[in-house]
């Protein structure tokens, strides 16, 4: 069974850029359709980004043109380049496939934008 895990979060300030991972324990080229998710506190989670096994990225529109999400098949790894971060962008980010499956959710990666 192939495991999600994400790293990459951290605090930064306004303006500022992270790089989030999505390591899969296994072939990550077997889920065709992978999404970046984020849950900000008392809000429900959200999908943000997604890319599929042709390289189609789609972007909700709060990050369109902020956020670009890439895959690397060759090392089993989603990315989430995130530049011009905003306060609003402090959540904890997840990654699953799409639709999401139970045993994908992993610990994720927590974001923290401020200054």
């Known amino acids: 069974q192939v495991q999600l895990v994400e790293s990459g979060g951290g605090l930064v300030q306004p303006g500022g850029s992270l790089r989030l991972s999505c390591a899969a324990s296994?072939?990550?080229?077997?889920?065709?359709?992978v999404g970046w998710y984020r849950q900000a506190p008392g809000k429900q989670r959200e999908l943000v980004a997604t890319?599929?096994?042709?390289?189609?990225?789609l972007y909700v529109d709060s990050v369109k043109g902020r956020f670009t999400i890439s895959r690397d098949n060759a090392k089993n790894t989603v990315y989430l380049q995130m530049n011009s971060l905003k306060p609003e962008d402090t959540a904890v980010y997840y990654c699953?496939?799409?639709?999401?499956?139970?045993?994908?959710w992993g610990q994720g990666t927590q974001v923290t934008v401020s200054s």
């Open positions: 296994g072939s990550i080229a077997t889920i065709v359709a």
């Open positions: 890319i599929t096994s042709g390289d189609n990225p």
């Open positions: 699953n496939s799409i639709p999401t499956m139970k045993n994908y």
